[in-house]
T-cell receptor
Framework: AQKVTQAQTEISVVEKEDVTLDCVYETRDTTYYLFWYKQPPSGELVFLIR????DEQNEISGRYSWNFQKSTSSFNFTITASQVVDSAVYFCALSEEDSNYQLIWGAGTKLIIKP | DVKVTQSSRYLVKRTGEKVFLECVQD?????MFWYRQDPGLGLRLIYF???????EKGDIPEGYSVSREKKERFSLILESASTNQTSMYLC?????????????FGQGTRLTVV
């Protein structure tokens, strides 16, 4: 069973639009961590954020914001006023205490920002 | 600036060849990982190592082996390359601080087996 689901395979928006990338996870652990990574065309995955299961506060970093909701097992990522440089594949990942904190990855969402 | 370096960006190998993918990190990290990335499947863990000379199988170890003789270097070996091993291979490292820290990735090696 898929533990991390990124249902959106590809999203295409016009520059300056807001866009939300969805991530739904499954776990029985009470202690776990959620991550978002960005993979630009160059190929190297870049860490964006880590959230632990005890901290449901939403986070904002510039144009990026994350909405963590345990009630719906979701950790969604919103880019406000998107830019062409945001074009990349974005991965959501889960690490669980029960799995010795090995990262479990979603399939990724390819985001295309058109000028 | 932290760095994980993979020896090749692109490789083309023939079926049956023995293939070595090299990865070096300069952050003195204990943990190192090899993933393969295929469209629609995300990243799948092949092997990981939490110390020199130690290795653990990941989700898809078949057809692969690894070597970690020095802390900074983690090699992935395809004993006899096959066309279904054509993929993007990603190396990563992370410090052993509670095992919940972020991983740092190399730029990837796109391997084509013909």
């Amino acid at each position: 069973a898929q533990k991390v689901t990124q249902a959106q395979t590809e999203i295409s928006v016009v520059e300056k639009e807001d866009v939300t990338l969805d991530c739904v996870y499954e776990t029985r652990d009470t202690t776990y961590y959620l991550f978002w990574y960005k993979q630009p065309p160059s190929g190297e995955l870049v860490f964006l954020i880590r959230r632990n299961s005890f901290d449901e506060q939403n986070e904002i970093s510039g144009r990026y914001s994350w909405n963590f909701q345990k009630s719906t097992s979701s950790f969604n990522f919103t880019i406000t006023a998107s830019q062409v440089v945001d074009s990349a594949v974005y991965f959501c990942a889960l690490s669980e205490e029960d799995s010795n904190y090995q990262l479990i990855w979603g399939a990724g969402t390819k985001l295309i920002i058109k000028p | 600036d932290v760095k994980v370096t993979q020896s090749s960006r692109y490789l083309v190998k023939r079926t049956g060849e023995k293939v070595f993918l090299e990865c070096v990190q300069d952050m003195d990290h204990e943990n190192m990982f090899w993933y393969r990335q295929d469209p629609g499947l995300g990243l799948r863990l092949i092997y990981f190592s939490y110390d020199v000379k130690m290795k653990e199988k990941g989700d898809i170890p078949e057809g692969y082996s690894v070597s970690r003789e020095k802390k900074e270097r983690f090699s992935l070996i395809l004993e006899s390359a096959s066309t279904n091993q054509t993929s993007m291979y990603l190396c990563a490292s992370s410090p052993d601080t509670g095992r919940n820290t972020e991983a740092f990735f190399g730029q990837g090696t796109r391997l084509t087996v013909v």
